[in-house]
């Protein structure tokens, strides 16, 4: 007889499953529709845009974040560039006057508030139809804007998403981070083509300036700014694309405490802006993003959790038999080669499905890496993050539970 756990999870390990076919009927449906732009292009219009760059303590990030705006291709008279110190301590500031004589650069400093403040105060003092924010840990490809742009040719589209990359991974943390970032390309292009974006990261969205003008600045949102103003678009009804030839390159945490800090951050903002705006859970009203989106992460959330109790539960009972036995027999110190047999094969249905799920991870994977790259690479990379973060991930998935449970923020710094 089946018990009512092994039910539960045949059936999260199902939607798991669901949820990654059903991205890749989307891809196989729109794939001509993914263009990947390699030469310049020219827009019929050049209309004027506002980047924003908050910053605090960014003394070493700074000159490439700044430097990578002013080579954009795009006339320098319709980019406004804002730079706002939010009260750094180290010599961030002192470096921005050295950018403050380009003509469209405007440098300012303010009492530090966070990040969501910093960005305020350059909406304030932005004069463009639309406005982006760059991370100051992130530069951008000379071309991202002007492909971006070309989104807004829709008037329906009231936000666009670039595509974010690791740049230069140096260590195993970073080459797993840069799997992962490639298949969050895929990913999100495909949440862009069914309407259900739920994040539009800082380094490099472009908004209509009237998103802010009619649905109001950014919030703190539990240190998740760029998810809620997602989410608060979403719930209006406001159309986000992903743009997947707008590459923007980031630096990735290099240590496994950065790494779990940085997802103890975008797990709790996940779970407490979903809290926020529960009431659009399963309405129809508000599209895929509350009939798909959403439900998903919290499948993907619930599975990976699962997994991890139910490979922890293995161990231990494993180790209960082998304690049994010894009381029983003694220790056995021999060794003896096991005959190779299907027998000692494990081809229950459980093992079948999370095969079939990693094996469909690993195509969203190869797919995100040729929208990313031009081409389809198997990669050692994908190892590394199923390696990586197979052991690591339900920690910080834990940790975010815990977190909203008993209502602690974690830090951000």
Same mark, same amino acid.
């Given at each position: ?23 890749? /009927? ?22 004027? /845009? ?6 605090? @303590? ?61 960005? @305020? ?18 530069? /951008? ?102 743009? @997947? ?68 539960? @293995? ?99």
């Amino acid at each position: 007889m089946i018990s009512s756990s092994m039910i539960f999870a045949y059936f999260i390990t199902f939607l798991a499953i669901y949820i990654q076919v059903f991205f890749l /009927v989307t891809f196989l449906e729109r794939k001509r529709e993914i263009i990947r732009r390699e030469k310049e292009i020219e827009l019929k219009d050049y209309p004027v /845009v506002t980047v924003i760059a908050p910053c605090w @303590n960014e003394e070493k990030t700074l000159a490439k974040t700044a430097d990578s705006l002013l080579k954009l291709n795009y006339p320098r008279e319709k980019l406004q560039i804002i730079l706002v110190d939010d009260g750094s301590t180290d010599r961030t500031y002192e470096l921005m006057q050295e950018y403050a004589n380009y003509p469209n650069v405007e440098v300012y400093k303010k009492e530090n508030g966070g990040k969501h403040t910093a960005v @305020n105060f350059g909406l304030e003092k932005a004069r463009g139809d639309f406005v982006g924010c760059l991370d100051t840990d992130s530069f /951008v490809h000379p071309e991202a804007l002007k492909r971006i742009i070309t989104y807004f040719d829709n008037p329906e589209v009231m936000a666009v998403a670039p595509s974010i990359i690791i740049h230069e991974p140096k260590n195993l943390i970073q080459y797993a981070q840069k799997a992962e970032y490639e298949m969050a390309v895929y990913i999100k292009k495909m949440l862009g083509f069914l309407g259900a974006i739920h994040v539009t990261p800082g380094p490099f969205s472009i908004f209509r300036k009237e998103v802010f003008d009619k649905l109001g600045n950014y919030r703190q949102a539990h240190n998740t700014e760029d998810m809620e103003i997602a989410y608060r678009m979403q719930s209006n009804g406001y159309r986000i694309e992903q743009c @997947n030839d707008a590459y923007v390159y980031t630096v990735a945490p290099g240590t496994i405490k950065g790494l779990f800090k940085q997802r103890l951050r975008w797990i709790y903002g996940f779970l407490n802006n979903t809290l926020d705006y529960k009431h659009v859970l399963f309405r129809p009203k508000y599209g895929n993003f509350a009939l798909f989106t959403i439900p998903a992460g919290i499948i993907s959330i619930s599975a990976a959790l699962y997994l991890f109790a139910g490979s922890i539960g @293995n161990i231990f009972n494993r180790g209960m038999e082998k304690f049994t036995q010894a009381r029983a027999v003694g220790l056995d110190f021999g060794f003896n080669f096991p005959s190779l047999s299907w027998f000692y094969i494990d081809t229950g249905v459980s093992v079948i499905l999370i095969i079939i799920l990693f094996s469909l991870l690993i195509v969203s994977m190869i797919l995100g890496s040729r929208m990313a790259n031009g081409r389809v690479k198997l990669s050692v990379n994908i190892l590394y993050f199923i390696g990586i973060y197979s052991f690591i991930a339900p920690f910080w998935l834990i940790k975010a539970v815990y977190n909203t449970a008993i209502s602690k923020k974690p830090s951000w710094r």
